[in-house]
């Protein structure tokens, strides 16, 4: 980095000190984060819609590549400048370009997901655009840390080669007119492809990341994600308040949906994410893969309360156990990937294992009761009760565990 903090001039990336002490999110990075949550929140909407309108199937599909492409993007420009980040004039202008391509690809969702739900073809060339808009910036970036960083040469060129087939791949995607099925047996390969694209170009040396900032950064992009649960609390809210105005439904609603937002927030800190990762850099691979699910189920919650708020305004076609189900599938998958996580990258903890059993067992449950035609705001508050009780435990008991852990991962 430049050594005068007020001036940005050019500066030689040569690779960050992944030991550096105080190493923080920066300005940047936190604007950047900026146009994800603007595309978590067009592709939970649009979701939503689907959802609501019996379009389970196609929904899904779409949302998933929507987030692959949003959460692949993110995670690539994170780990980058975890390792290289110069914050000189050159580097924030091709982040500039980057944040172009997001917005892009956020106004791109919409025909992709109307297009995939017809079935006739695939209307994704804005936001394939947007995706590669995203991409072909940081083959740039790679191609400088080459030239500048000798002794990580190979890994940086193996990096801005294997990126730049994956995106004259997806201009093809772009350029062919397909039906769904043809198109993602087109995408298949190239989705394989850009996923082993860190692996394959890592295997001889590894880029100078940093745990801690790694992990800081993962941290704040599942808080962006868990902003979509606030959202789906406050339209589930007013769909209850314009409905039949403030009464005891409109109070369980607010609780559930908040507290199920808070809870998941409790819940994926209690991972020690920075020290485990730092302990254990050769599990960063599945670290950072398996965010991708944790990010796409906390996203997918607020998708549920926004169904939850459709079903109130009379607006769904789904039955009460599809609407319910929209909500707890999501925290099951999210319980499943973060305990997981806990077992891999820290210990595997019994307590964590009952719990995550116990949270798919309340889950079930709900959309049982839905089906017997239990009020949905039971079933909310059901979902919410395992989570609840894990916080509990955890401060009970299960911090005890965590640190006797801890204490053997780092050697104390």
Avoid at 103 to 128: K, W
Avoid at 372 to 377: D, H, M
């Amino acid at each position: 980095m430049s050594d005068n903090p007020l001036r940005h001039a050019m500066a030689r990336m040569g690779g960050r000190d992944p030991h550096e002490q105080n190493r923080v999110s920066t300005p940047l990075e936190l604007f950047f984060d900026l146009t994800f949550a603007i595309a978590f929140g067009v592709a939970a909407n649009l979701f939503a819609e689907s959802l609501a309108k019996g379009h389970v199937g196609t929904g899904v599909v779409s949302f998933c590549f929507a987030m692959f492409a949003v959460i692949w993007a993110w995670i690539n420009f994170s780990w980058f400048a975890s390792a290289y980040d110069t914050d000189d004039w050159v580097f924030r202008l091709v982040t500039m370009v980057q944040m172009a391509g997001v917005l892009i690809l956020a106004m791109g969702l919409e025909p992709m997901f109307a297009s995939i739900q017809q079935g006739i073809h695939v209307d994704n060339r804005v936001m394939v655009l947007g995706y590669v808009v995203m991409r072909v910036p940081l083959i740039f970036q790679w191609l400088r840390a080459a030239k500048q960083d000798p002794q990580r040469r190979s890994t940086c060129l193996g990096y801005a080669r294997y990126l730049a087939v994956a995106q004259v791949g997806w201009i093809v995607v772009i350029l062919v007119d397909t039906g769904v099925w043809e198109m993602f047996l087109m995408a298949a390969p190239l989705f394989i492809l850009e996923m082993a694209t860190p692996v394959i170009a890592e295997r001889k040396s590894r880029t100078p990341w940093h745990a801690h900032h790694i992990a800081e950064r993962y941290s704040l992009l599942a808080i962006i994600a868990l902003g979509e649960c606030l959202v789906g609390t406050v339209t589930a809210l007013r769909a209850v308040v314009s409905g039949s105005g403030w009464s005891l439904d409109t109070v369980v609603v607010g609780l559930a949906g908040t507290g199920l937002a808070f809870a998941m927030w409790w819940l994926y800190f209690m991972v020690p994410a920075g020290t485990a990762l730092h302990a254990r850099r050769e599990r960063s691979f599945v670290f950072g893969y398996a965010h991708m699910l944790l990010f796409a189920s906390i996203t997918a919650t607020g998708v549920g309360l926004r169904v939850y708020a459709f079903y109130l305004e009379g607006k769904t076609v789904i039955g009460e156990a599809g609407v319910v189900a929209s909500v707890a599938v999501p925290v099951a998958v999210f319980a499943l990937v973060l305990t997981f996580l806990h077992a891999y990258m820290v210990a595997v903890d019994p307590l964590q294992l009952w719990l995550a059993a116990a949270l798919l067992v309340c889950s079930a449950a709900a959309i049982v009761l839905a089906i017997a035609g239990l009020p949905l705001t039971l079933c909310l508050a059901l979902i919410l009760a395992t989570p609840a009780a894990a916080i509990i435990l955890d401060e009970l008991v299960g911090h005890r565990n965590r640190a006797a852990a801890l204490n053997r991962l780092t050697g104390k």
